[in-house]
């Protein structure tokens, strides 16, 4: 959520995207891909999603800040912003959504 509200606040002040925000990108990138480590390691012990929707959405969680990157790539200034932050709220929604599909 942070990171979609950063992200468009920084859009709509007309500013670029900011090395700390990058940073944060890439910190929102590694803790998702670490969850869905955990994920597969609590699968291969025994331990099941209550719905198989929460696979797709941990999916699209790990793949959309690098689908929002490549759309982003040559758009400097405002435009990455905007992408970066709908693509934070997009992955927030996600998030809530993959939470409430777990065992």
């Known amino acids: 959520m942070i990171v979609g ?13 900011s ?9 929102t990138e ?6 869905g480590l955990i994920g597969i390691v ?5 331990r099941r999603p209550h719905d198989g929707l929460h696979w797709l959405y941990g999916i699209l969680l790990v793949i959309a800040l690098p689908i929002a990157a490549t759309y982003a790539s040559g758009h400097e200034g405002r ?7 709908i693509a934070g709220l997009f992955m927030a929604g996600l ?3 993959a939470f409430t599909t777990g065992a």
């Open 5 to 17: 509200i950063w992200g468009l606040v920084t859009y709509f002040r007309r500013q670029p995207a």
């Open 42 to 46: 609590l699968f291969l012990g025994g």
């Open 19 to 27: 090395g700390g925000y990058r940073s944060l990108l890439v910190i």
């Open 30 to 35: 590694g803790v998702f891909i670490a969850q």
């Open 95 to 97: 998030a809530i959504r």
């Open 79 to 85: 435009r990455e912003s905007l992408v970066y932050g």
